[in-house]
């Protein structure tokens, strides 16, 4: 599911998206190609609110936010 579409927040449409969903790098490859397989770096995004996180409208700082609160309280042995 769409991890902004889930928190309810820019514009979400429906809370439980399960359409269109891309894996977005919160740090570009082209920025820095070590991050390409990073946990910390990845997050499942719609394809409106990956176009949102690609243009800088909703903050990097707030996505990796997101994911490190995921990983941190997500069940031991869960692989992601």
Same mark, same amino acid.
């Given at each position: 599911?769409?991890?902004?579409?889930?928190? $309810?927040?820019?514009?979400?449409?429906?809370?439980? $998206?399960?359409?269109?969903?891309?894996?977005?790098?919160? +740090?570009? +490859? $082209?920025?820095?190609?070590?991050?390409?397989?990073?946990?910390? $770096?990845?997050?499942?995004?719609?394809?409106?609110?990956?176009?949102?996180?690609?243009?800088?409208?909703?903050?990097?700082?707030?996505?990796?936010?997101?994911?490190?609160?995921?990983?941190?309280?997500?069940?031991?042995?869960?692989?992601?």
């Amino acid at each position: 599911m769409c991890r902004i579409c889930i928190l $309810n927040l820019y514009n979400t449409v429906y809370k439980y $998206n399960t359409e269109t969903l891309e894996t977005h790098h919160i +740090i570009p +490859i $082209n920025e820095d190609d070590t991050k390409a397989f990073d946990d910390f $770096n990845l997050i499942t995004l719609c394809n409106y609110h990956h176009d949102m996180a690609d243009k800088g409208d909703i903050p990097r700082e707030f996505l990796l936010k997101i994911v490190k609160e995921n990983i941190r309280t997500s069940p031991p042995g869960l692989v992601f």
